[in-house]
């Protein structure tokens, strides 16, 4: 089946430990994913806390992951990238694994706005605000004292909201996000989080805050970060689809989809049944044996998201002078 993953960090940990992109021993490749049958795949720029300790360090780290895109799509003998709606639509009739390209921390434009549109220009058409810790934009979820976004923070939602870059609040503080989703008149998503009524996790969502998503017209994306699932133990399948199931009873089945992390969590700390991309199928099989229908199955492995992206994206590639 057709699928759209909303997030992995397979870009970055291909650089780091210089692996294909295409064929690789991680838990995604682009190789795996095509013997799927056709799909979208988000694919982060990470930027770690640690790259702003030097100067321009996250600006530079995050081009350095897009580099690693850039090289692959040099010797490939197909345009992966999804740019616009017509890309979005496109992909649909193509047996070939697309990517959307994202940014995963906003500290990767250093503080300066214009930065927003040389990564727009550059492709990246989803980003977050935050990583796990506070940055120039606002608080992440793991802050000390939570005082939202900054007045830097509010200008970058609304840059995001002119440019048709979607935007992510996931890792966001719940100050940070209630700032943003209150600033901001397109869709929402959150492309990596969980139920925090179901796992008490600070990265996870709030009933108010699954609501608040659900009303902007977005997504959450499932993650399969065992942490992020279930508190007791290592979580398995049967836990990411008790996630979707609450979801779809909170506001129903159009507002939940799939965020995987793959490469961004070591094998033993993802769900059982989940652990690479060829394993997704899995969730299908579990979501059948659960009694959903085929057309909430279809919304859930990609049509929410695929709407999402209709809604968000330009119609049209906008290439926008930096300064």
Not at 42 to 58: E, Q, R, W
Not at 130 to 158: I, M, P, Q, R, S
Not at 239 to 264: R, W
Request: proline share 0%; net charge neutral; with cysteine.
């Amino acid at each position: 089946m057709f699928y759209i993953d909303g997030h992995c960090d397979t870009l970055s940990k291909a650089l780091d430990e210089d692996k294909d992109l295409y064929i690789n021993d991680l838990q995604f490749s682009l190789n795996a994913a095509d013997k799927l049958g056709g799909g979208i795949q988000v694919m982060a720029s990470f930027v770690d806390t640690k790259y702003l300790n030097s100067k321009n360090g996250a600006f530079i780290r995050c081009n350095n992951i897009l580099n690693k895109w850039d090289e692959y799509q040099l010797r490939s003998d197909c345009d992966r990238l999804i740019k616009n709606k017509d890309d979005v639509c496109n992909s649909l009739d193509s047996n070939k694994t697309k990517v959307l390209l994202s940014i995963e921390n906003g500290a990767a434009i250093n503080g300066n706005l214009n930065n927003v549109d040389y990564f727009y220009n550059r492709g990246v058409r989803m980003m977050s605000i935050t990583w796990n810790d506070d940055n120039e934009l606002g608080c992440g979820a793991k802050t000390k004292e939570d005082k939202g976004l900054t007045d830097l923070g509010f200008e970058y939602v609304k840059k995001l909201e002119n440019l048709g870059v979607i935007l992510d609040i996931s890792h966001s503080s719940e100050k940070s996000f209630w700032n943003a989703i209150s600033n901001t008149s397109n869709s929402v998503v959150a492309s990596h989080s969980n139920v925090y009524e179901l796992c008490k996790n600070q990265r996870n969502l709030k009933d108010e805050q699954i609501k608040a998503i659900a009303k902007s017209g977005g997504i959450i994306g499932i993650c399969f970060y065992s942490e992020f699932l279930n508190e007791n133990k290592r979580a398995d399948v049967v836990d990411v689809v008790e996630h979707i199931k609450y979801i779809k009873k909170l506001v129903g089945i159009n507002y939940v989809g799939l965020g995987s992390d793959f490469d961004g969590m070591s094998i033993d700390k993802t769900a059982k049944g989940v652990e690479n991309i060829i394993e997704i199928n899995n969730i299908i099989k579990e979501l059948k044996r659960q009694c959903f229908s085929d057309e909430d199955i279809r919304k859930i492995m990609w049509n929410n998201w695929y709407n999402v992206l209709q809604r968000n994206l330009k119609a049209k590639t906008l290439y926008k002078s930096v300064f």
